[in-house]
């Protein structure tokens, strides 16, 4: 039978961040037990805390997506004070300047291009294109491999990984993390048909363009105002406007729930119809 949303234990990976401690407050709302999981302790235990006052019940824990020790030690905290893991939301993630190009389009001059900081994908630095690709695609494997083994035999369990617009058609300047993106999406489908035998549910979100401290600098000037880049996503989106994190909570919500329950390995693109948009 399946259980109520306070029987059910959520863990949130990148939780003290912007979008997915949103969602762990969300979850903390509608009854579930919460594990605010992130690098930094802090963040976690500040989020667990705003969802405890809520009436909620939450912890935060510190963890690192790219260690198993770590995440081994934290399944180990969660499952003493929650309980099993039922719900995953593999949300950390992100960029690095070391795999972004300074410009969009490549032209011949740009190698004559001095200026500190300039960077030409002949430029690009593995390192920061090894660092993307692990903290998005190892990041939500290794979590995986770590809490889908408390899944096994319980019904109503799900994943839920965070991908983004990039991964449909890529962004100019983040090849890295566009790549890893769309590794994340592929990585979905795979993991939802390899566990759908055991009922174990796998799907992803693919927000558009949320205003948050990864890329607010990118998007707009000290000002405020929006950059020559964030008017072109805007442009690009037919709503018109930024996501708002709390625009991701009811496709979480219901992706996590038992309305949900034949559904997997999609990729739900929560982006204002910026992927539906050709731009004429
Ligand atoms: P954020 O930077 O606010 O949150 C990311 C969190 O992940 C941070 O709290 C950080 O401490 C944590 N983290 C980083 N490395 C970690 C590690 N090794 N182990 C554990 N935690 C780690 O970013 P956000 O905008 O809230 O993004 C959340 C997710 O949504 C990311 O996967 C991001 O790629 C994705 N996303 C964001 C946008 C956007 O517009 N902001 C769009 C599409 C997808």
């Known amino acids: 039978m399946e259980k109520n949303n306070k029987d059910k234990v959520v863990v949130l990976t990148g939780a003290g961040g912007v979008l997915c401690g949103e969602l762990a407050k969300a979850y903390g709302a509608e009854g579930y037990k919460v594990a605010v999981v992130d690098l930094k302790k802090e963040a976690a235990v500040q989020i667990a805390e705003q969802i405890n006052k809520a009436g909620g019940k939450a912890i935060g824990v510190v963890a690192n997506v790219l260690e198993q020790k770590s995440l081994e030690t934290c399944k180990k905290e969660i499952n003493e004070k929650l309980g099993p893991c039922d719900i995953l939301v593999n949300g950390a993630g992100g960029n690095h300047p070391l795999g972004t190009t300074s410009n969009p389009f490549f032209k011949a001059e740009d190698l004559e291009n001095t200026a500190e900081g300039f960077k030409t994908f002949f430029d690009l630095d593995v390192e920061g294109i090894k660092f993307v690709f692990n903290l998005n695609f190892i990041g939500t494997l290794l979590p995986t491999q770590v809490f889908a083994k408390d899944m096994i035999g319980r019904p109503g369990c799900s994943i839920l990984n965070i991908s983004s617009m990039n991964a449909f058609t890529p962004l100019t300047k983040i090849p890295a993390y566009s790549g890893a993106k769309a590794a994340v999406s592929n990585f979905t489908q795979w993991l939802a048909v390899h566990f759908a035998k055991e009922g174990i549910r796998v799907n992803a979100l693919a927000p558009g363009f949320f205003l948050t401290e990864q890329n607010r600098t990118l998007l707009t000037d000290e000002n405020g105002d929006l950059t020559a880049r964030g008017n072109t996503i805007i442009a690009q989106t037919p709503m018109g406007r930024f996501g708002k994190p709390e ?33 004429v």
Do not use: R
């Open 247 to 279: 625009d991701l909570i009811s496709t979480t919500l219901w992706l996590s729930g038992e309305g949900a329950s034949f559904i997997t390995g999609i990729v739900v693109p929560i982006d204002g119809g910026f992927s539906a948009f050709s731009g």
